[in-house]
């Protein structure tokens, strides 16, 4: 099993940053990607970005392209959500997951195996 915690959520004014942490542990070698993904009510879970565990290679939505970086601490077994110039469309629930599949890029819900709790991410307009 891989357990994931998020923190870093928060209130935050449009236009502005936030930093989401994933924390992983347990058994963690069997991790092939960690995956950002969100939640808005009544919506579908959408695809916010991916990382490779290993090699650090990443993938983003076209819809966050050039304003969010995905990164990992390798001594810490964290992955990172670097998002700036928030939009309040952005308000969601953010889960971060782990997959143990080896296909590269994996942008669907179905294809993670362990997800966090979640952290809510608020856009004030």
């Known amino acids: 099993q891989v357990q994931l915690v998020e923190s870093g959520g928060g209130l935050v004014q449009t236009g502005g940053s936030l930093r989401l942490s994933c924390a992983a542990s347990g058994r963690t070698f069997s991790i092939n990607a960690i995956g950002w993904f969100r939640q808005a009510p009544g919506k579908e879970r959408e695809f916010v970005a991916a990382?490779?565990?290993?090699?650090?290679?990443?993938y983003s939505a076209d819809s966050v392209m050039g304003r969010v970086t995905i990164f990992r601490d390798n001594a810490e077994n964290t992955v990172y959500l670097q998002m700036n110039s928030l939009k309040p469309e952005e308000t969601s629930l953010y889960y971060c997951a782990a997959r143990r599949g080896s296909s590269w890029p994996a942008s669907r819900p179905s294809e993670y195996d362990y997800w966090g709790q979640g952290t809510q991410v608020t856009v004030s307009s």
């Open positions: 990382i490779r565990w290993r090699g650090g290679r990443t």
